[in-house]
Every structure is written in structure tokens, then in C-alpha cells.
């Protein structure tokens, strides 16, 4: 009995071991661009509603700064997403500003998007349990929320790709689901002015 106890405990050590090289490989692939652009196409299927809702536009993240979102279609609307706050810029240029203390759901939902789109496997890490999986160029990762008050709106978060982030498929715990693609990536080693600019709140 004894020696199958310690025959288990290898087994289940040599797991953890190569779940956490798979997750530093990972890792390592997303932390080599400091900048990354990228188009989008999102789709959101709610459990109330009969067709998915579809929007269309591209994305910049940067390791340093944040995440600036801009959505073409159905509407035109810009998402700067930082640490601290959340800035949506309307069609007409007019601001919103959020804290992250105005509403700590949004923003909880908001830092976990951050990191996704970031590729932030640190981060990640600290909020959910990691399932990563790598064949070859290929990887994906599944990662499911710790016990703490993301749990209460994500079920699982999934995100798959090869030098970028290709894709992310988020389940919450609502019933809907969220599934984003990332088309043409590139990388940068520093963002345009303007970019810099929004991601100062400017």
C-alpha cells in the first residue's frame, strides 16, 4: 500500500510539473510582443434572446498600458481598458469614465478581460485553476475561477492560439456565452501616439 501511495503521489507530481511547463511555454509565446493589433469578430449568444449578437472591429493591447477595443460594428464605440478605470468613447466622441470602485463587478469582468486579450498568464493564474494543452505550434487553455467573486459571473474561460491569442470562448454563469476571434495579428514594440495617448486617459 505504501509503495502505491508514493507511486501516485510521482504520477501526480510529474503532472503538476508538466502542467506548469505547458503553462510557462504559453506563457513565454504571448510575453514576446510588448504590442499587439489585431481585428476581431465577437459573437454572444444569450439564453433570452433567439440570435446571437455579432459586432466587428480591432484591438490594440499593450503589455504596459491597457487594451484600447474599437467596435465598427453595429456601432461605432471605443473601450479603453486600463487598471484602474474603463473610458468608452462614443460615436460622437463624448466620454464615460469608470472607476474601478464605481461598479466592482464591471470592473472584476473588465480586469479578466484585460488579462485575456493581454495574454497575462500571471495574472490568469491567480484568479483561475489552469488546464493548459500544447501540441505542437499549437496551444489552448481552459482556465475555471478559483472560490472568490469572479466565480459568481464566469463558469470557464477558454483560449486557444499559437504566437497570439487566436481566440477566446467565455461561459458565464447566466447561461450565455461569448466567443471572440482574433484575425490578422501583428506585433509592435511600441504603440502610435495616438494609442499611447488613450491608454493615458488623454
Sequence with gaps: MGRLILMLAFFCASGVQAADRAFQEIQARLEKHAVVRADFLQMRTMKDLQRPQLARGHLVAWNAGGVIWRIDQPIKA???????TTIE??????????????????????????????GDTKTLDDWFEAQPRIEGERWSLTLVPRSGPIGYFVKSIQLYGGDFVEGVRIAEENGDTTHMQFRNPRAADQPSDEERRLLAGE
Excluded at 471605443?78 to 484602474?84: A, H, N, S
Excluded at 480586469?111 to 493581454?118: E, F, P, Q, S, T
Design 78 to 84: 471605443t473601450y479603453v481598458l486600463r487598471d484602474d
Design 89 to 118: 468613447i462614443a460615436a460622437d466622441g463624448s466620454r464615460t469614465v469608470r472607476s474601478a470602485g464605481d461598479d466592482r463587478g464591471a470592473a472584476r469582468i473588465g480586469r479578466v478581460l484585460r488579462a485575456v486579450i493581454k
